[in-house]
């Protein structure tokens, strides 16, 4: 059998016989750094396992709280057409069973959702609504609308009523909301009951039907039980409806009355520009007598199932929204005049828009995870490198005594195999006591380095040590062999800068957000995706750190090097010493990358989490306008102006500004109906509002003045382009002229509106159409007060509660402690990487501080020598690394998709967090001042013979 030389026998191949002494005395010897690279590992196996598993409960609650700030957005909603009621005789026959047949549809409306749809929503609630009537009492615009409520899952239908004159309607189709009657009673039929089926004439005398009314519109519109509301509808018809009683809501908050909000007080501009809308409530007697009292299609039949946001996950989300989609995609068309259920909701794009908010984060905290476990396999590597130096000569020794290679190498995998494994089964069983389901993923790059880093340079340390490789003596091949080396790195420096542009590219093309789905298509979960292009685009900042950081390398000894001919020609030995054993240390490549990588990245975390708060901060003054809102209801909004004035002499109050503030307004751009929000306002008051406030002034108000052909000036704002300056528009009313606009500049951004209308209040008075305040903008710091003892009904919005909420929501708080948490991780790791560089050039560099203490140097001098050497790397990674870190935030923040969680409508702009960033700074240097009073301690003990005479350190 043949033997290749220190090696195998050729030809067959033989288990590594271990020493398990060696194995033992070595981990015994060095337990102080394998006990300092478990603790490495286990520290960041924790944050690596909690990340995924919190990331995934905060998705869950993202869907919950996204769901419920959607309100009817969400709402699921099905409609078909009646059946006709066309008699023998050509009249309508009245269908006293139109209650039930509700029921029915409501009943076929649920089962066709289905059971894994079914379970996210709450019980249906069916209304028939008639269309809008004018309340023809020659006051302003107010209209009124018949409905008719039934919630699902209960035995009673209609409204329940309490009280002594109410009765209960048990038909068992259903219940609706509970009422108790005031004044009068529940609406009745108005026929008997031998007539129930009578066939009415079409051309007859308007038809009776009898509704109830709630406290609030009864008082408004002044009217008692027995009275007659003066209505009718667009084409002039005269309506018979009588008032049987005014009733009080048992639960004003029942989701049943969300359908029709109007049913229990007043609802301004549902209409239009300064209309009111009020309600009147059927009850299954009077259903069929509405139905006569229109016309056969009028009476618009839905059934609304609304989200019941507890029910709902993020992996119920994905078969939720599927089911929704094709339920839309199967309804039946509007025009089509069969019963075919025509199915309309927003729900999908609601959870889209969740979706894609919960994308948005968990890339965004891919981003820093990546960089801290891009430090900590840097930092592993550095106490690999410490380790195997202290070790070198056990292991020439080994090697030389015969030790081969591969046995060497299986002894070290042993070693670091169990402090590793145990290391990150102890973090992972921490993550699982803090949250459960753990994950593993994204551990097994530091698993791996601690477990491979250590042998690997092991083995090439002792094979170094004993190879027979002789120096060549031609000066020609020694410049070649030096040559080849300097290629190599240039290979792998040119490997690192090309993969740092590529994901600065790929980062910017295609976003950090993960790929959108097909609409109700299978989405992944949230376990920290990493972006439409895959680990390249989170990887960008660890990689742009690394490329900065080889440049860094490149310049620091030819630094290092002028200073210390500098320092040669100056009359300083101290200086002369500390600069030459810094220049002699430069080379070393890991310590650098370790200090210079954790400081960029923590300062990248830091400027992050400043941003996004600024851009929460910025958001809410947005969403509110002012430090606070009031939003004052229709039966009180003439009062509204006389509030601001004296909301404007409270004490601790800069500014109140009073404006009338519609949504959903007609205006008429290109041909094409638009809603925009429509803002009544004095112009120079709102601006100098503005003006008081961090939000954007806008210029454009001082031309809100008349533009002397007739046209009102405005100013509008569109988010789709729909609306632009110089635009003719015109304003649409009810029973009015329309009011002609001219866009004369970009208006402010009102609220979270993405389509606004601005308009100067005395100028669009002069043309015809006074306003009605109904918004009181109130700034200063008494803001709160002042609207909080206002004694009106309105609500109020504070922006720090605004704030507050929004700094609160899932995702947003998730985010911000993980950018704290990676800034904390990242400067203790780059703190203990510059212990582990320190370490490493300890023995060399007090072996000769020693001798030169021979030569009469004092320990004071020799604890200034050392903090020379290791200051140079210390200040460039302080001041390159917190600068590195600022650009990256500058090149990436744009792409992160950041609007998405602080609720702006662009990207916040960047903030540098300059405490912060010198916190950073700071911590090194003081580290330093640290680290040299330790090792020169460390090292007193050590006497002048023992060194001169053993010849090291």
């Known amino acids: 059998m043949r033997w290749r030389a220190g090696l195998w026998p050729v030809g067959r191949w033989w288990p590594p016989a271990l020493h398990w002494p060696s194995v033992r005395g070595r981990a015994r010897a060095d337990i102080g750094s394998l006990l300092l690279a478990a603790a490495v590992v286990a520290a960041v196996t924790l944050l690596a396992g909690v990340v995924p598993p919190l990331l995934r ?156 009314l709630s406290e609030a519109d009864a008082d408004a519109l002044k009217l008692r039980p027995g009275a007659r509301i003066p209505l009718k509808d667009d084409a002039g018809a005269v309506k018979k409806v009588l008032v049987s009683g005014i009733f009080r ?16 007080r007043p609802v301004s501009g549902a209409d239009g520009v300064g209309s009111t809308r009020f309600a009147g409530l059927l009850s299954p007697d009077s259903l069929p007598d509405a139905r006569l009292a229109f016309d056969q299609d009028a009476l618009r039949r839905v059934v609304r199932f609304t989200p019941d946001p507890n029910r709902i996950t993020w992996d119920s989300a994905q078969v939720v929204s599927a089911k929704v989609v094709a339920l839309k995609a199967t309804s039946g068309s509007s025009g089509a005049l069969d019963g075919s259920l025509k199915w309309e909701t927003g729900l999908d794009g609601v959870l889209r828009n969740i979706r894609t908010q919960v994308g948005a984060a968990s890339a965004q905290a891919s981003v820093l995870l990546t960089g801290v476990l891009a430090v900590a396999v840097l930092v592993l590597l550095l106490a690999a490198d410490l380790l195997v130096r202290r070790r070198a000569p056990a292991l020439e020794a080994a090697r030389q005594r015969g030790a081969a290679l591969p046995t060497l190498g299986a002894e070290l995998l042993v ?143 030819a630094g290092l090097g002028l200073v210390l001919k500098r320092a040669l020609r100056s009359r300083r030995p101290l200086a002369v010493f500390g600069t030459a054993r810094a220049v002699a240390t430069s080379a070393r490549a890991l310590p650098l990358l370790v200090l210079v990588t954790s400081a960029a990245l923590a300062s990248f975390a830091f400027t992050l989490d400043a941003t996004a708060g600024d851009g929460l901060a910025e958001g809410a003054w947005r969403t509110v306008g002012a430090d606070a809102r009031l939003d004052v209801v229709p039966a009180a909004a003439a009062s509204t102006p006389a509030l601001s004035r004296r909301i404007a002499a409270a004490p601790g109050v800069r500014q109140a500004v009073a404006a009338q503030v519609t949504d959903r307004a007609r205006v008429v751009a290109d041909s094409l109906v638009v809603a925009p929000r429509l803002v009544i306002v004095d112009a120079s008051a709102f601006r100098r509002l503005l003006a008081a406030t961090p939000l954007p002034d806008a210029p454009a108000l001082a031309r809100l003045g008349a533009t002397g052909h007739g046209d009102v000036p405005a100013l509008v704002r569109s988010g789709d382009g729909g609306l632009r300056p ?90 911000l402690a993980l950018a704290w948490v990676s800034a904390a991780t990242l400067l203790a790791l780059g703190l203990l990487g510059l212990a582990l560089g320190a370490s490493a050039s ?29 200051l140079p790397p210390v200040m460039v990674a302080a001041v390159v690394g917190p600068l590195l870190g600022v650009l990256l935030a500058r090149l990436m923040l744009g792409s992160l998709a950041l609007r998405l969680l602080t609720g702006q409508a662009a990207d916040p702009a960047l903030v540098l967090p300059w405490w912060r960033l010198g916190l950073v700074a700071m911590a090194l240097l003081v580290a330093v001042a640290v680290v040299v009073p330790i090792e020169s301690a460390l090292r007193r003990r050590r006497r002048l013979s023992e060194v001169l005479r053993a010849g090291d350190g």
């Open 249 to 264: 809501a048992t639960d004003s908050t029942d989701p049943a009355w969300r359908t029709a909000p109007a049913l229990l």
């Open 726 to 815: 110089g635009m003719r528009l015109e304003l649409l009313r009810d029973g009015a002229p329309a009011i002609r606009l001219t866009a004369v500049g970009t208006a402010p951004a009102i609220g979270d509106a993405g389509d606004v209308v601005l308009v100067d209040a005395a100028t669009l008075q002069a043309a015809g159409m006074p306003s009605v305040p109904n918004t009181v903008w109130v700034t200063g710091p008494g803001a709160a007060r002042a609207v909080a003892a206002s004694g009106v009904d309105a609500h109020t919005v504070l922006r720090e509660d605004v704030l507050r909420a929004r700094r609160a929501a899932p995702l947003t708080s998730g985010l």
């Open 57 to 212: 409960a905060t998705a869950d609650e993202a869907v919950q709280d996204g769901v419920r700030r959607a309100g009817g957005d969400g709402d699921v909603l099905v409609e078909a057409r009646m059946e006709r009621d066309d008699g023998p005789n050509g009249g309508r026959v009245r269908a006293p069973r139109l209650a039930e047949e509700v029921g029915d549809f409501r009943d076929r409306a649920t089962d066709e959702l289905g059971p894994g749809l079914r379970a996210a929503l709450r019980p249906p609630v069916a209304t028939v609504i008639s269309p809008t009537l004018k309340i023809t009492d020659g006051s302003v615009l107010r209209t009124f609308q018949l409905a008719y409520l039934a919630k699902g899952g209960g035995a009673d239908g209609g409204p329940h009523v309490n009280g002594a004159d109410g009765g209960s309607h048990r038909n068992g189709i259903g219940s609706g909301p509970q009422v108790t009657w005031i004044a009068g009673g529940p609406p009745r039929s108005v026929v008997r009951e031998a007539d129930n089926h009578a066939e009415v004439p079409v051309t007859g005398a308007p038809w009776p039907v009898q509704v109830g």
């Open 842 to 870: 300890a023995p060399e560099r007090w072996q000769t501080l020693t001798r030169l203490r021979t030569l009469g140097l004092r320990p004071r001098d020799a604890r200034w020598i050392a903090a020379g050497e290791l």
């Open 415 to 557: 070693e670091s195999a169990v402090v590793a494994l145990t290391a990150a089964a102890a973090g992972l069983a921490l993550s699982r006591a803090v949250v459960p389901g753990a994950s593993w993923e994204w551990v097994v790059p530091v698993v791996l380095t601690a477990v491979v880093a250590g042998p690997v340079f092991g083995t090439l340390a002792a094979a170094r040590a004993t190879r027979d490789r002789r120096v060549p003596a031609n000066r020609t091949a020694r410049r070649w062999a030096r040559h080849t080396v300097q290629l190599r790195r240039a290979a792998l420096e040119a490997a690192v800068l090309i993969a740092a542009v590529a994901a600065f590219v790929a980062l910017h093309q295609r976003g950090i957000l993960p790929a959108a789905p097909a609409p109700g298509g299978d989405v992944a979960g949230p376990g920290l995706g990493l972006g439409d292009g895959g680990p390249l685009p989170a990887s960008a900042p660890v990689l742009g750190v690394l490329a900065g950081t080889l440049v860094l390398l490149r310049l620091l000894p």
